[in-house]
């Protein structure tokens, strides 16, 4: 390894780690096959290209085709370069591509939130903070449920599946208006399958909240242990993953996603004591972050996104000879 990409890679190691207690050092430089290497003075990335089958789950959350960025930098300026190289990469690539990646491609880099000298770097080169990595660490919110009826928070079961479905992609449609979602039309059948399989579960670490008999809300996590490890959290530690917190529209604002939140962290605390739980959320969704940082959450890292890319190719990945204006 060069010498500048190890001092590049110590000093992000340094900054990262003091910055956020949380934040686990920056992983180095793992495998470049398939991957291009961009370095600059006091910088060293590598620009990967991802692609997902339309009918894959992840596909959901994701463009058909990501192109993300791992750096490593031990300055802003560093960064500015690093980003700067790799769009006139990804328009180059694009040119050479016949039908490119001119649709449903997403660029993406993940960045520790409280890093926030890097932030009008990002913001100089059109890239948006979309999406939140939010976790909350073992502590109990005193704060309960204030609902105006009776609520009976429980595990899923089988015949709860059709209605646990719909809920789930309630909030996909709700999350897809702020354009980091795509409802695919295997969504519905994906969301089924994994709630259809978690009902049959033991430990199904999927709750449903009943009013009257009705199901009206939905809390859906993977158990400790079962999801990815998050490479950006301390330790590589691999926590308690929510996949979707939802509740009926009519029934909003009464303290059922509290209640049925509170069932997963009651899960956690038995679990063991600090146990981490972590999910996304999106910055454009007004109803998301005040309840997350009410209920003990806060931002580890920030996905920066290039601006329209759900839909369409932004003008510098389009444009003759690349760069951007
Ligand atoms: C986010 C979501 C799950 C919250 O569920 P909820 O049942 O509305 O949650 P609660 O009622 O417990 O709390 C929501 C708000 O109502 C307030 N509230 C709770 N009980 C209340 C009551 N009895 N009277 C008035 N307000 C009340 C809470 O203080 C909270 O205020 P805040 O948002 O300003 O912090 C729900 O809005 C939802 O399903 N949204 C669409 C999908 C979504 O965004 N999911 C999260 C994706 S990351």
Same mark, same amino acid.
């Given at each position: 390894?060069p010498?500048?990409?190890?001092?590049?890679?110590?000093?992000q190691?340094?900054?990262?780690?003091?910055?956020?207690?949380?934040?686990?050092?920056?992983?180095?430089?793992?495998d470049?096959?398939g991957g291009?290497v961009?370095?600059?003075?006091?910088?060293?990335?590598?620009?990967?290209?991802h692609?997902?089958?339309?009918?894959? !789950? $992840?596909?959901?959350?994701?463009g +058909?085709?990501?192109? +993300?960025?791992?750096?490593?930098?031990?300055?802003?300026a560093?960064l500015?370069?690093?980003?700067?190289a790799?769009k006139?990469q990804l328009?180059?690539?694009?040119r050479c591509?016949?039908g490119g990646?001119? $649709?449903?491609? +997403?660029?993406?880099?993940?960045?520790?939130?409280?890093?926030?000298?890097m932030?009008p770097?990002?913001?100089?080169?059109?890239?948006?903070?979309?999406?939140?990595?939010?976790i909350?660490?073992g502590?109990?919110?005193? %704060?309960?449920?204030?609902s105006?009826?009776?609520?009976?928070? +429980?595990?899923?079961?089988?015949?709860d599946?059709?209605?646990a479905?719909?809920?789930?992609l %309630?909030?996909i449609r709700?999350?897809?208006? !702020?354009g980091?979602?795509?409802?695919?039309p295997s969504t519905?059948?994906?969301?089924?399958?994994?709630?259809?399989?978690?009902?049959?579960?033991?430990?199904?670490?999927?709750?449903?909240?009943e $009013? %009257?008999?009705?199901?009206?809300?939905?809390?859906?996590?993977?158990?400790?242990g079962?999801?990815?490890?998050?490479?950006a959290?301390?330790g590589?530690?691999?926590?308690?993953?929510l996949?979707?917190?939802?509740?009926?529209?009519?029934?909003?604002r009464?303290?059922?996603?509290t209640?049925?939140l509170?069932?997963?962290?009651?899960?956690?605390?038995?679990?063991?004591?600090?146990?981490i739980?972590?999910?996304?959320?999106?910055?454009?969704?007004p109803?998301?972050?005040s !309840?997350?940082?009410?209920?003990?959450?806060?931002s580890?890292?920030?996905?920066?996104?290039?601006k329209?890319?759900?839909r369409?190719?932004?003008?510098w990945?389009s444009r003759?000879?690349?760069? !951007?204006?």
């Amino acid at each position: 390894m060069p010498l500048a990409t190890a001092a590049a890679i110590r000093a992000q190691r340094q900054r990262w780690t003091s910055l956020d207690p949380l934040l686990g050092a920056p992983p180095p430089p793992a495998d470049t096959a398939g991957g291009t290497v961009l370095a600059c003075d006091g910088g060293y990335a590598v620009a990967t290209i991802h692609d997902n089958h339309p009918a894959s !789950f $992840q596909a959901t959350w994701s463009g +058909r085709r990501e192109h +993300r960025l791992q750096a490593w930098v031990e300055h802003p300026a560093a960064l500015d370069e690093l980003l700067a190289a790799w769009k006139r990469q990804l328009a180059d690539g694009a040119r050479c591509r016949p039908g490119g990646d001119s $649709q449903d491609t +997403r660029v993406v880099i993940e960045w520790p939130t409280r890093d926030l000298a890097m932030d009008p770097v990002f913001i100089a080169h059109d890239l948006v903070p979309a999406a939140v990595l939010a976790i909350r660490q073992g502590t109990r919110t005193t %704060e309960r449920a204030r609902s105006v009826a009776p609520t009976r928070v +429980r595990t899923l079961v089988r015949s709860d599946v059709d209605t646990a479905a719909a809920l789930w992609l %309630e909030e996909i449609r709700w999350d897809a208006r !702020f354009g980091m979602v795509t409802e695919r039309p295997s969504t519905a059948a994906n969301i089924r399958s994994a709630l259809a399989v978690a009902a049959i579960t033991p430990d199904p670490w999927t709750w449903v909240a009943e $009013q %009257e008999g009705q199901v009206i809300a939905l809390a859906a996590a993977s158990a400790p242990g079962a999801g990815k490890p998050l490479k950006a959290l301390v330790g590589s530690a691999t926590p308690v993953y929510l996949n979707c917190l939802s509740v009926a529209a009519p029934a909003r604002r009464r303290g059922i996603g509290t209640a049925t939140l509170h069932a997963l962290h009651d899960a956690v605390e038995a679990a063991g004591a600090g146990a981490i739980v972590a999910l996304h959320y999106l910055t454009a969704n007004p109803l998301a972050q005040s !309840f997350w940082r009410a209920h003990g959450y806060r931002s580890l890292t920030t996905l920066w996104i290039a601006k329209g890319l759900t839909r369409k190719c932004p003008p510098w990945l389009s444009r003759p000879g690349g760069g !951007f204006a």
